[in-house]
């Protein structure tokens, strides 16, 4: 059970690393350096500044996650696709949800209430405390 345990962990890291999930510099950066992102202190627990949750457009093919500075968002997600995220967990794993929540897509954009990019342990609390 820990191995599988460890798995999904390293397979969560793995699609939110090949989802998209990309840093960009800083607007204004000068022309051929980029500014290297803070990240929060390690201690820090996340929550949002601000956030606004919102149905995806059903023309849009878009899904991925994006952290831009401090602004962090998702796209074109379902609800159990956040919850795998959010929790490290299989689609399994949730039981007897209504089927909307695997086919209703949604976009998340916010700001985290602290300053920095949140690693991966704190951006699954944020989406934890969102949900």
Known sequence: MRLR???LTVLGVLLFLGSGC???????????????????PKEADPGWE?????????NDTVSHINIQGRHVMVEGEPLESMLRFAYSVQSGQIVGA?????????DVSGVPNVPGL??????QSMMRKLL
Request: proline share 15%; charged share 20%; no cysteine.
């Open 98 to 106: 209504p089927e909307w929540m695997k086919t209703e897509r949604w």
């Open 5 to 7: 345990h460890a798995l």
């Open 22 to 40: 990309r840093l960009l510099p800083a607007q204004g950066a000068a022309a051929g350096k980029q500014d290297v992102p803070t990240m929060m």
């Open 50 to 58: 601000a956030v606004t949750i919102k149905p995806t457009d059903p």
């Open 118 to 123: 949140p690693n991966l342990p704190q951006f």
